[in-house]
């Protein structure tokens, strides 16, 4: 079980993140991210366009951090809702 950590912030919009579980098989070494889903945040939102033009992909990313090494990327979702059944807290 991992130690207990405040909620971090989003740097692209301001709002909290959600604890959010990960697939075993990911292979991350923890169990949750640490994920903004805020739908109006503007990394979501320009994300959509970015996955187009540069993929012709219909998805887009959600800001997310790695709690055990503090390393931030994008997790990819392919709708407002992907993920969001996955919130832990």
Not at 61 to 68: D, E
Request: with cysteine; charged share 20%.
């Amino acid at each position: 079980m991992q130690k207990e950590t405040p909620k971090p912030l989003c740097p692209h919009c301001g709002n909290s993140l959600s604890r959010t579980a990960i697939p075993v098989e990911a292979a991350y070494g923890t169990d949750y991210f640490w994920v903004c889903f805020n739908d109006e945040c503007p990394y979501f939102t320009r994300g959509w366009t970015q996955m187009w033009e540069n993929y012709n992909v219909r998805a887009s990313y959600r800001f997310r951090v790695n709690p055990l090494t503090g390393k931030e990327g994008s997790l990819p979702v392919w709708s407002l809702e992907a993920m969001k059944n996955r919130i832990i807290a």
